[in-house]
């Protein structure tokens, strides 16, 4: 549902919920820094979570004293790092698994390098640890 865009939010909430008034929305739309679908009749605007998140993220640079044009660059740069992480995410976690005490493990796959090694996490209350081991051999 949120990689297809069909959660959608009407520019009255993004206002409400961003701390942005609805024509700092408008105006950064007609710029193009930020994208609405319309209804039938061209009237309500209505936004993505990705948009709302690329909002609150502009918003937080302008908080913090840039120029619009510098916060819309800003968000863009995070826009393209969480691309290359969301890709990551998707290519390398291979297998997740709960362990005993509240502990997980993300199989991260083979070592490029040394393709008889793999990678995987431990995750636990004390934070992420990695680790390889042999590949376990299939029958």
């Keep these: 549902m949120i990689t297809e865009n069909k959660l959608q939010i009407s520019m009255s909430e993004l ?24 209804d039938d009749k061209n009237k309500n605007h209505y936004f993505s979570l990705t948009t709302m998140i690329s909002v609150f993220t502009i918003k937080y640079f302008l908080d913090q004293g840039y120029t619009l044009t510098v916060a819309v660059k800003k968000e863009e740069e995070r826009k393209q790092l969480g691309i290359i992480f969301r890709r990551f995410i998707a ?17 991260l796959g083979t ?17 992420t640890h990695l680790h390889t081991r042999p590949v376990k051999k299939t029958d």
């Design 91 to 107: 290519d390398q976690i291979k297998a997740i698994k709960q362990l005993p005490a509240e502990k997980g493990e993300v199989d």
């Design 111 to 127: 070592l490029e390098e040394n393709p008889t090694q793999e990678v995987y996490a431990v995750i636990d209350q004390a934070g």
């Design 15 to 38: 206002a409400r919920v961003t701390g942005v008034s609805t024509s700092q929305l408008r105006y950064w739309e007609r710029k193009g820094y930020i994208r609405s679908k319309q």
